[in-house]
């Protein structure tokens, strides 16, 4: 299997090198390898075989700004195109977010890397999207809320994935155009898609060219200057709809957000990590908290409250991690 849980940097190498793969990781692993066996001897991809490749797609809940929608996204940690425009100064890519929040929750990271995998790798087919239950609340979900495409073969799947849910009103955020573009040049955009493009730099908005242009709903820049009028300020997507709306001409075409957090660390560094060790029907779990270098180990009896105990250790750090950055002004 060519899949491997490695970003290509030194502290997820070590940090990935410490976790035991989930169980949900593992039957999604199990399913793709098995898939990839089949494919490998016969050399076809059946609509089955692309059903199990779609029953292993995580969709995330989101929360906060965006409480009440769902996504479907993969890896900003996996991305090339992100890790290289988190090097380059004066971009937004510079203070990922979503690297921070993929980084801290090591289920959704391998969920996210998951996806990458599969929506990188395999060009899958509407009728196969269709088997996909995603969930909706609102009408709408959004595409991309961790990461972004990082190859056509992505940005096809996205494209046919909204055209097998028509239920849903998805929009997508992307600082890869071209890839998107070229999607919807070979099939077509999907109806039921808003397109919005995401400046690279703070408080410059991107030039679109004549090419991109027809398939463009919004733009979507972040700004730091103040004298910038925000247009992106509402508490929740979910009462604005300026993005996701389907009746984009009502709607302003450019869409200005206030930069959060100036100067966080472009990429995260590890706060932390938690060893799971199983013996007869028991769970142990090492918790290292490096945000004050403390070591602490628990036992459980489930595995439901080992899960809930690791998600709460990592809101925990991360929250004392933010603290620190606020009270060092980093
Ligand atoms: S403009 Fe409205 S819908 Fe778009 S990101 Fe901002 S709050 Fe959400």
């Not at 490998?40 to 906060?64: A, P, Q």
């Not at 495409?149 to 929009?171: E, G, S």
Request: aromatic letters at 12%; a positive charge; glycine letters at 4%.
């Amino acid at each position: 299997m060519r899949f491997k849980f490695d970003h290509g940097h030194t502290d997820y190498k070590e940090w990935y090198a410490q976790l035991e793969k989930n169980n949900e990781t593992a039957r999604k692993l199990a399913i793709i390898e098995a898939v990839e066996k089949e494919f490998n001897k016969t050399g076809v991809m059946t609509l089955d075989m692309e059903k199990k490749l779609v029953s292993c797609l995580h969709i995330t809940t989101l929360n906060g700004k965006l409480n009440g929608f769902y996504s479907i996204s993969t890896s900003v940690l996996m991305n090339n195109h992100c890790q290289n425009y988190a090097k380059i100064p004066g971009t937004i890519c510079e203070k990922c977010y979503a690297a921070l929040s993929v980084s801290n929750y090591n289920g959704l990271a391998q969920a996210l890397d998951i996806n990458y995998y599969i929506l990188n790798n395999y060009l899958l087919s509407i009728e196969a999207f269709k088997s996909l239950p995603f969930p909706t609340t609102n009408g709408y979900a959004r595409i991309e809320s961790h990461g972004d495409v990082d190859t056509v073969i992505c940005a096809m799947n996205y494209n046919r994935l909204c055209k097998a849910i028509k239920y849903i009103h998805f929009a997508a955020w992307t600082k890869n155009i071209m890839l998107w573009c070229n999607a919807f040049q070979r099939e077509g955009k999907a109806t039921n898609l808003n397109f919005i493009v995401s400046s690279l730099y703070v408080g410059k908005v991107v030039d679109i060219s004549e090419k991109a242009r027809p398939y463009v709903d919004h733009v979507f820049t972040v700004y730091n200057d103040p004298t910038t009028t925000i247009n992106c300020g509402a508490r929740n997507c979910n009462t604005c709809r300026n993005c996701y709306d389907e009746n984009t001409t009502d709607r302003p075409f450019y869409i200005n957000e206030k930069l959060k957090g100036e100067g966080k660390t472009s990429y995260p560094v590890l706060i932390g990590s938690v060893e799971w060790k199983r013996e007869n029907n028991n769970i142990t779990l090492v918790f290292h908290d490096m945000t004050n270098d403390r070591t602490t180990t628990k036992h459980y009896k489930t595995e439901r409250g080992a899960r809930a105990a690791e998600t709460k250790f990592y809101d925990k750090i991360n929250r004392n991690k933010v603290k620190s950055d606020i009270e060092n002004n980093i």
